[in-house]
């Protein structure tokens, strides 16, 4: 069946550094695939999307690739701030409106 | 986009009880979908709910257990029934987007079960 799996953190980091989450997945044809943010306290929200190989979906910086061949979809950005402290979900849309969710990378940046 | 609020955004419930959670959307959704995330876990999905029909469930999820109400396609609401410890956890909804394939999340519910 459809799966995703991801980094497992936690992910400490110093502000301005180059950041790198892992997300590799399983499926069948070709599903979307999507970053979601989930910050202290809050529910989540949809960072970026691809919906096609070859596809970069970009938002605040971070930018990922939707890579057929190696089945990733890498999250980058180049230099982290406090403010992206938060967990990070990897997603892919599976058949019958379901997504399915990473188990989640916990990113804390240092001052 | 959609936004979507919750009711209520946290509550703290005996064992036993139940605990009805709302979530309106700010426009009108075919599907809306009920999730439970347990502390330090991914989202699980419990149900979805469309407009006009029975909600259908995951596998590990019974109506019994968490009844959900879809009176219009603005609203819906997730009852934890006969509460125990284990229930404890934050429950989402969502809501799909324009194309079904991006789904857009209520703040979540924090349900602590003593």
């Known amino acids: 069946g459809n799966s995703v799996t991801q980094m497992e953190g936690p992910v400490t980091l110093s502000e301005e550094a180059f950041l790198t989450i892992n997300c590799t997945y399983t499926?069948?044809?070709?599903?979307?695939l999507f970053w979601y943010v989930q910050y202290p306290g809050e529910g989540l929200q949809l960072l970026l999307k691809?919906?096609?190989?070859?596809d970069k979906g970009s938002n605040k910086g971070f930018e990922a690739t939707y890579r057929k061949e190696t089945t990733s979809f890498h999250l980058e950005k180049g230099s982290v701030q406090v403010s992206d402290s938060a967990v990070y979900f990897c997603a892919l849309y599976s058949s019958a409106s379901k997504i399915i969710f990473g188990s989640g990378t916990r990113l804390s940046i240092r001052p | 986009s959609a936004v979507i609020s919750q009711k209520p955004s946290r509550d703290i419930c005996q064992r036993g009880t139940s605990l009805t959670i709302q979530c309106q959307v700010d426009?009108?959704?075919?599907?809306m979908f009920w999730y439970r995330q347990q502390p330090g876990q991914s989202l699980t999905l419990i149900a979805t709910?469309?407009?006009?029909?029975?909600?259908?469930?995951e596998s590990g999820f019974v109506i019994d257990k968490f009844p959900i109400s879809r009176p219009n396609l603005t609203f819906s609401t997730l009852t934890v029934s006969n509460m125990s410890p284990e229930d404890s956890s934050i429950y989402l909804c969502?809501?799909?987007?324009?194309?079904?394939?991006?789904?857009?999340f209520g703040p979540g519910t924090r349900l602590t079960v003593l």
């Open positions: 691809a919906t096609k190989a070859d």
């Open positions: 426009s009108q959704v075919t599907m």
């Open positions: 709910a469309n407009q006009g029909s029975e909600a259908t469930y």
């Open positions: 499926a069948t044809g070709y599903p979307s």
């Open positions: 969502s809501a799909g987007g324009e194309t079904y394939n991006e789904q857009f």
